[in-house]
């Protein structure tokens, strides 16, 4: 018997330029305060295809009933999503007041994943266009725009993104937010290395060795009557225990309202006090501004392998292997993965009904999106498996249980061998039933006891009790 093994381009300002970096000792400070509280300060900061990505100012995002909120419309911006207004009349106090009301979705028209209903003070919303929800804090106005709490949006839109919440530097959180399925996130910086970022190593004590914690800009003047902005970044030293830096690479990136960008690039010496400030001029005022600092070292550091890398992979596994929607945006399945001291080998197929051969170049792009939503990399196989000629199984349909598994008594099998046992094959949710030498796909309803099928499996089969239990991914019928 043989058991089968388990987009629009803007052009941007790219200038490099002498940094500019100010040690700062003790606690944080900024250069300017609203109410008592620091302005531009960035309680979790957003991570985007592994850019930190900060709003400066008075917009900054800020802490609301344990929600982190945000402006509207801004980030909106920043994950290529449409946002509809709609103004409604309310009567206050026997007043009739005019007031507005917002929908956010990833793609303009449909309802799909849309969240509606988000207005000042209401701390409730409409999912899907159907059912009203809380949502944890009331929306607010502040600076001009309407902020919402930004877990309860990201949940409402969770068909088409991820989002996480995790532990960077010393006691520091960053809400990551993935987009395994489509090039959304940052649709107005079309620069390969942030649309196509590396991520640090899966091992790696320094991923981000600095973490910016918050954003100022104020406009300047020169003395030849043109202005520009400053951005004035604060950031907490974020790096771990043996990896010694030589210097720290630096991106900006600030894009305004019209979707226009200038990006920046230094190279800082590491330095041992706990925050730092770093200013940059800019030609364009921001309406959010990306960073991205990435370690050089004095030599290539070796991260363990064996059960501490077996413990992480472990981990990663659970972030990304369950994700039905990033596997079918590349028309795969994921088959099986194994985990060794040395690497993760991820088994996937094409679906079902189609029989086409899968590609590198889109066996790369899933790779790609799985480092996405682990937020790191590490030594990853992925291996295909296809679907072959002739069907692992032909026989006769014994029995059909209530959860749709089909029982099969065989007359051959792919290899030799086995024709004594049974086989009970669960359908995978994709399953391709047909009728010979017609592709019009069948339900299991379409299926009776004592049918002559022939039959593909996926994945491991294994033993128990004299029966083969298997996954079935196309039935032939005779």
Known sequence: MIIKPMKFIWAGVIVLMVSCTLPVSGALSTSSTNGGKAVGNQPIPLLMNNQFVLIPGDKAPFMKNNRLMVPLMTFARMIGAHVEERKFVDVQQNKIVQKKAYTIRPTPGGIYDEIGGLREGAANAVFGGDMGFGIGAAPEYRAGELFVPLTPILYGMSHSFDYEVRSIGRFRKTLAIMD????????????????????????????????????????????????????????????????????????????????????????????????????????????????????????????????????????????????????????????????????????VRGIARVHQAVTGEKIEALKQSIFEMVGRSFPLRIDIETRSEQPDITGTIASIDSAGRISIKPEAVNGGGAEETVWLGSPDSDIYIHAKDDETSLTISDLRVGMKVSAWISGEATMRDNVVHTQLRELNMH
């Not at 091992?203 to 400053?230: C, E, F, V």
């Not at 706990?274 to 550091?301: G, S």
């Open 180 to 347: 395994p399925t489509l090039p959304r996130l940052l649709p107005q910086v079309q620069d390969p290395d942030v649309q196509l970022p590396e991520y640090a190593s899966i091992m790696s004590d320094t991923p981000y060795p600095l973490i910016p914690i918050a954003l100022t800009q104020h406009k300047i003047q020169s003395t030849n009557g043109t202005s520009s902005y400053r951005l004035r970044i604060e950031f907490e030293r974020g790096d771990g225990l043996g990896e010694r830096m030589k210097s720290i690479k630096l991106r900006i990136i600030a894009v305004d309202k019209n979707g226009g960008t200038a990006t920046f690039k230094k190279e800082l010496a590491p330095e041992e006090e706990l925050t730092r400030t770093d200013v940059t001029d800019v030609p364009i005022e921001a309406v959010f501004v990306l960073v991205q600092a990435v370690p050089q070292y004095r030599t290539e550091p070796v991260y363990p392998t064996g059960y501490p890398l077996q413990m992480k992979l472990t981990q990663a596994v659970a972030k990304f292997y369950t994700k039905e929607e990033m596997f079918s945006s590349f028309s795969l399945r994921p088959v099986g993965v194994k985990i060794d001291a040395q690497e993760m080998a991820l088994t």
